[in-house]
T-cell receptor, first 116, second 107 residues
């Protein structure tokens, strides 16, 4: 159990385009999901907290208009990178917190974004 | 989140026990201690978590100091598949990752 999926697993896009990444909890409900990014040889950096049915909370320094987050259901959150540029190229990872187990958080496999 | 301090790297031989230490001296009473591990180009994998008492599961054991200012993740018999970056976090709610410990397992 406790499986989180992400789609796509990798994406290559041209500079200026927008890219949507989906995060799904497959076998549990998650009122809260988190989005991270990770650059090569670095740790995960928390970008935002996504709560079902409400606006996301962004960490300091993360542009909310650039990284649009939608959490429309208890099993799905999406991250849209708008007008992507090469510096947005990174490994994006989501995690989901089990509604019934507040202190258990499970991570997706990640999405590799490359912006040309 | 409480700040955690871990060694940058550790090495072990296959089939030997591994003790991965973590200091979290500013931990608050409601913070849980979490351990995750990550392989290259993969998302973090949950290992174990606990609050005050030692915890065991099929993957590892977690030994928590009585004052909760430190903890140790114990892999009882390391395998090559255990080579990864291990992250220790002390938090209630959102998880903020530090640099972790790179574990190398030698055959």
């Amino acid at each position: 159990g406790a499986v989180v999926s992400q789609h796509p697993s990798w994406v290559i896009c041209k500079s200026g385009t927008s890219v949507k990444i989906e995060c799904r909890s497959l076998d549990f409900q998650a009122t809260t999901m988190f989005w991270y990014r990770q650059f090569p040889k670095q740790s995960l950096m928390l970008m935002a907290t996504s709560n079902e049915g409400s606006k996301a909370t962004y960490e300091q320094g993360v542009e909310k208009d650039k990284f649009l987050i939608n959490h429309a259901s208890l099993t799905l959150s999406t991250l849209t990178v708008t007008s992507a540029h090469p510096e947005d190229s990174s490994f994006y990872i989501c995690s989901a917190r089990d509604l019934l187990a507040y202190n258990e958080q499970f991570f997706g496999p990640g999405t590799r974004l490359t912006v040309l | 989140d409480a700040k955690t301090t871990q060694p940058n790297s550790m090495e072990s031989n296959e089939e030997e026990p591994v003790h991965l230490p973590c200091n979290h001296s500013t931990i608050s009473g409601t913070d849980y201690i979490h351990w995750y591990r990550q392989l290259p180009s993969q998302g973090p994998e949950y290992v174990i978590h606990g609050l005050t008492s030692n915890v065991n599961n099929r993957m590892a054991s977690l030994a928590i100091a009585e004052d909760r200012k430190s903890s140790t993740l114990i892999l009882h018999r390391a395998t090559l598949r255990d080579a990864a970056v291990y992250y220790c976090l002390a938090a209630w709610g959102k998880l903020t990752f530090g640099q972790g410990t790179i574990l190398t397992v030698h055959p």
